[in-house]
């Protein structure tokens, strides 16, 4: 029996829709059955394609990861970048955070997982120079927000960046719950509002 992702992935597709769809499926299966226990070939199998056509798109497992950890490094320096050109109005601080936490597809919370259950592999990529663009864009982020407090006190930092990362928190609470990818996002962002009414003043 063909799976949905094979019959996709036979379809005519552009190759930035491939692409896509290979790195989907890699991570898919990096979580489910762990980042060394997966194959390139099993990675083509999923997709129904020869690990030839794989090789066209990524050479190794780690060429997949680094793409993705490079476009999210893109999307928080971007997002840095959105909120220095902002006027510093009072509604600021709230519509950076919630930026942040919708930006958030499944895919991405996906990769929430996977780092999280290969810290190794994690360690490995972001140790290399420039390899942790996301982390340090998002500590730029969070200095940028604090400059935005009304209180920046101590308290109110840890709080302010508790609601910056109720996505990773939400991420990792949901998968004993059997919540949807939708669900488990406005979970985060009710968290991250309820935190934000509370430092706001």
């Known amino acids: 029996m063909t799976t949905p992702s094979r019959a996709r992935a036979t379809g005519r597709r552009d ?17 489910e059955q762990g980042y060394e226990a997966t194959s390139l070939r099993q990675i083509a199998d999923e997709l129904g394609i020869n ?14 990861l680094q793409s993705l950890f490079d476009e999210r490094g893109t999307e928080a320096e971007q997002l840095l970048t959105w909120l220095r050109e902002q006027p510093r ?18 895919e991405k919370l996906q990769g929430i997982r996977f780092m999280n259950a290969n810290p190794l592999v994690t360690r490995t990529l972001t140790s290399r120079p420039g390899g942790d663009r996301i982390g340090a864009s998002l500590r730029d982020f969070g200095d ?7 209180d920046p006190s101590p308290q109110n930092v840890v709080l302010l960046r ?13 998968p004993a719950t ?11 962002r009710r968290t991250a509002r309820a935190i934000l009414a509370e430092i706001s003043g």
């Open 15 to 31: 190759g930035a829709e491939t692409h896509a769809l290979v790195r989907r499926t890699a991570l898919r299966l990096f979580t």
């Open 51 to 64: 690990k030839a056509s794989l090789y066209y798109y990524f050479d190794s497992k780690e060429a997949i």
């Open 89 to 106: 109005t009072p509604d600021l601080l709230a519509a950076a955070v919630l930026r942040w936490v919708d930006s958030f597809s499944a």
């Open 144 to 150: 940028e927000l604090t400059a935005l407090l009304p």
């Open 162 to 174: 508790m609601a910056v990362l109720s996505i990773n928190a939400a991420a990792l609470a949901a």
């Open 178 to 188: 059997g919540t949807s990818d939708e669900a488990v996002v406005a979970a985060a």
